[in-house]
């Protein structure tokens, strides 16, 4: 069974910065793209910043310029740096990520992880 673990949530001040990290764990042949998405409440789920494994990014627009998305493949880990907070972006966020088994290497499943919420206070 493959998981995503998150971590690095949490309350800050507007202006602030956090770092968000996701570990995917289990019988795991290869991942492909990383990527972070958001939900606030009464909203859908954005898509905030995903990463390929060959390190190309891309953001959603509301976040250019504040949000940094990394990754190391060979620990299966994905970042997220977000500086100069907003109270909008107060959300839960959720790593993705589409990964390959050992058994079916070509085969690329997705798994989200259980979400970590970010409260930025004005």
């Known amino acids: 069974q493959v998981q995503l673990v998150e971590s690095g949530g949490g309350l800050v001040q507007a202006g602030g910065s956090l770092r968000l990290s996701c570990a995917a764990s289990g019988s795991i042949f290869s991942v492909n793209d990383m990527g972070w998405y958001r939900q606030a409440p009464g909203n859908q789920r954005e898509l905030v910043a995903t990463?390929?494994?060959?390190?190309?990014?891309n953001y959603a627009d509301s976040v250019k310029g504040r949000f940094t998305i990394s990754r190391d493949n060979a620990k299966n880990t994905v970042w997220l740096h977000m500086n100069s907070l907003k109270p909008e972006d107060t959300a839960v966020y959720y790593c993705?990520?589409?990964?390959?088994?050992?058994?079916?290497?070509?085969?690329?499943?997705?798994?989200w992880g259980q979400g970590t919420l970010v409260t930025v206070s004005s």
């Open positions: 993705h990520t589409y990964y390959s088994r050992y058994d079916t290497p070509y085969v690329y499943r997705a798994v």
């Open positions: 990463i390929t494994s060959g390190g190309s990014t």
